[in-house]
Each structure stands twice: as C-alpha cells, then as structure tokens.
C-alpha cells in the first residue's frame, strides 16, 4: 500500500530558520492558532455578504498556506480571494470554503505531528 | 544600540511580522521593533524616528478600520522625508507597486517564500542608495568650493591688473 502523501512541506521552513527547531515549532504554532480564527472570520463575512472582507481574510491567509508547502490549499484560497475580490461565482464559495475546511483540517493534524517530531 | 539602523515592521498577521522580524534580527547592526497596526508605528516615530520601515499594504484584515498600509505610507513620507519604507503586499499586481512608488515607497516586495530574503536585499540596497546620494553630495559640495575658488581667482586677477600690479599675458 503507498504512503498517503503529505499536503504540507516544512522544506522552506526550515531553511528559512536554518532548521532551528524553537523558530520552526513557534511559527508552526502561531499558524494553527491564528488560522482557525481567520477561517471563522471568512465564514462570517461571507454570511453578511462581506466580499471585501472575505476577500482581506483570504488574501492574508495566503502567503501563511505557502511558507508550510500547502499549495493544495494556497490555490483553493486564492480561488475564494478571486471569487470575493471580483464578486464572481459567489455560489460556489460555500463550497470552496468547506473543501478549504476540510483541507485545513488535514494540515493542522499534519502540523501538530511535526511538532511532536520537533520535540518542542 | 545607539550605532545601530532602527527599523520598524508594521504588519498585521502576526506570523508574518514574526518571521520577517526574526530574520531581520539575524544581522546584528538593526535594531528592530514589530507593531500590529499603522496607528502604533505613527506613535512609535513620533518618539524615535526610524530609518526604515517595512509596511504591509494590507493592514486591515484583524481590525477593519484600521489605517491601511497606504494611508500610513503617505504619513510617514510627509512627516519624515528621509525615512525609506518598503511596501510588503501579497498582491503581485503591477499597478498597485507603483501607486506605493508614486507615494514614495523605497521598494515592494511581494509576500510569499523570496520576501524574506528580499527584504535583505531592500536593506543592501537603501544602505548603497545612501552611501552613494552621500558620495555625489561630497563631490557637489567640493566642485562648488572649487568653482568658487576659481571665481575669487578671476576676480583677484582682474583687479590686480586694473591697478597695474601685474601684466596682462600677451593674448589677453
């Protein structure tokens, strides 16, 4: 059976630090305290119909999705930043926003596992 | 401390302005201080002016009428001319780097894994952009003392011979 493949790469992390292992758990956990508020955030201002607002929250989110290799997601929040900022296929968003979700949910198990691995 | 470059990092995600705080921190000649909002870095100037900025275009994802990233920009260039602010954004569209240009930003780096080492290279290049408006303003100041040396010169010499103490040369 072939190994499930990882949705993140910490590769970029930890050149980024030199592969100091107290930069890499701090920021690994600065991510996965602040990105469940940020996701909150976008469903929030998507049910007041708040694209500007959808759209900052995605568009700040994006960049973070990056630094961990999750390119599956970058791309999927791009999307929403795209739908929001130019107001276009906004009934697709709920559904960009649950696979998003579910994707993040995959990335935090997957961080808080390298954490453990860090031992910090 | 005193001997070493203040510069402020202005960014609203606090991972963001972590990392490029801490990368920053690996050269040991600035003195670096983050703050979350436009609003507190003003304050912070108005007490120690910095000598470079690094502001994020976007500040208004935490708290939605914060000050955004240009607003602030226009405020520090008015305030403090000298000041060099780099713009960090994460959008990569060519008009909005050069509205952050026309408002006098220094340089603009798009967020994402070559900011960082960017923001390095933003610093080389205000220090050379300094070094050298430094060395041309040397050289204007020397060629103004020697024009006006030259000057002096002539009109020493138009005088002396206005009242005969010396020769006009043969071509003159």
Redesign the interface.
Known sequence: MEPTKSITDLT?LKS??GGASD?MS??IR??IT?APV?IQQMDMYFLNKDWA?LR??A??L???L??FGAKGAENLIKEIERMAGDQVDLDQIPVQLENFRKQYELIQSELEASLKELGN | MADKTLVYVVD?????R??LK??LSKMSKYEIHDFPTGEECLAAAKVRIPQIVFLDY?L??QV?DAMDGIDVLKELKNIYPEMEVVMIS??DRIEVAVNTMKYGAFDYIV???G??LRAEKAMFNIYRYHRLQGSANRYKKLMTFFGIGMLLMIILVIFLQSQGMINAPGWY
Request: a neutral charge.
């Open positions: 970029y980024l630090t930069k701090k920021y600065m991510f602040g940020s607002g900052q929250s568009h700040a994006k960049p973070q990056g630094y | 609203d995600e606090p991972l963001q972590d990392m801490d990368h976007n208004n994802s939605r994460g959008q967020k994402g894994e900011s960082f």
